[in-house]
C-alpha cells in the first residue's frame, strides 16, 4: 500500500527566501505525482504534474523534480511572496491505478 | 468553461439528519471521484462513478454513505444519520476518462452538530 509522506508539516518564512517542500512516498512503481495547492476553505489547485519518465516540472517560480528509485519529489518555491501562503499536497499515482494516494500537506505562511 | 462545481459550499446538519451533497463535473467529463478531508487529515478517496454506474466504492463507509450519478443532472453523495465524525471538508473531482488527469471542485464543508 502507497504511503506519501510530507516534511515539514508547517514552515514559515519571511517573504523572499527560497524553498524546498519535500514529498516521499514508499512505492516507486508510480505513473505520476502532483502537487497541488489548497488555500483555506477553498479546493485544490493543479501547480505541477510529473510523469513517471519525467525528471522535473517547472512553472514560473515553481520547480518540482522527481527521485523514483529513492521515491522522493521536491517543490522548489523561488523568491517566496506572501501570496504563496497555502498548503501544498503531494498527490502520487501508482501504476494501473486511478487514485491518487495524498500526502498530509506543508501548510506554508510566507510573511511581509 | 466552468471547472466542476459543487454545492452548497457549506452545510450544517444537526445528527441523525441526512446530507446531500452535490456535484457538476467538468462540461464533457464522466467520470467522478468523491474523496474525504478530514482535519489534519490528507484526502481520502470514497468511490468513483461513471455515468450511471459504480466503478469503485472501497473507500466508502459501508453504512450510511452512497453515491449516485445519473444519466441527467449532477452526482450526488448522500450520507444518512448523520453522527459528529462525519463533520469533514468533500471533494469532487471529475476527468476525460478512467486515466486522464482529475480537476478537483470547491468541496463542501459538512459541520455535524
Known amino acids: 500500500k502507497q504511503e506519501v509522506t510530507q516534511i515539514p508539516a508547517a514552515l514559515s518564512v519571511p517573504e523572499g527566501e527560497n524553498l524546498v517542500l519535500n514529498c516521499s512516498f514508499t512505492d516507486s512503481a508510480i505513473y505520476n505525482l502532483q502537487w497541488f495547492r489548497q488555500d483555506p476553505g477553498k479546493g485544490l489547485t493543479s501547480l505541477l504534474l510529473i510523469q513517471s519518465s519525467q525528471r522535473e516540472q517547472t512553472s514560473g517560480r515553481l520547480n518540482a523534480s522527481l527521485d523514483k528509485s529513492s521515491g522522493r519529489s521536491t517543490l522548489y518555491i523561488a523568491a517566496s511572496q506572501p501570496g504563496d501562503s497555502a498548503t501544498y499536497l503531494c498527490?502520487?499515482?501508482?501504476?494501473?491505478?486511478?487514485?491518487?494516494?495524498f500526502g498530509r500537506g506543508t501548510s506554508l505562511i510566507v510573511h511581509p | 468553461n466552468a471547472g466542476v462545481m459543487q454545492n452548497p459550499r457549506h452545510l450544517v446538519r444537526r445528527r441523525g439528519q441526512e446530507a446531500r451533497l452535490r456535484c457538476s463535473p467538468v462540461k464533457g467529463h464522466s467520470h467522478v471521484y468523491w474523496y474525504r478531508q478530514l482535519p489534519e487529515e490528507g484526502l481520502k478517496f470514497m468511490v468513483y462513478?461513471?455515468?450511471?454506474?459504480?466503478?469503485?466504492e472501497s473507500g466508502m463507509p459501508k453504512e450510511r454513505f452512497s453515491a449516485e450519478f445519473p444519466k441527467e443532472g449532477p452526482s450526488i453523495l448522500r450520507i444518512q444519520q448523520v453522527v459528529r465524525g462525519d463533520s469533514a471538508a468533500y471533494f469532487c473531482?471529475?476527468?476525460?476518462?478512467?486515466?486522464?488527469?482529475?480537476?478537483f471542485g470547491p468541496g463542501t464543508r459538512l459541520t455535524v452538530l
Open positions: 462513478l461513471q455515468k450511471e454506474n459504480i466503478i469503485d
Open positions: 498527490a502520487v499515482r501508482q501504476g494501473g491505478s486511478y487514485i491518487p494516494t
Open positions: 473531482a471529475s476527468s476525460l476518462g478512467r486515466g486522464n488527469e482529475q480537476f
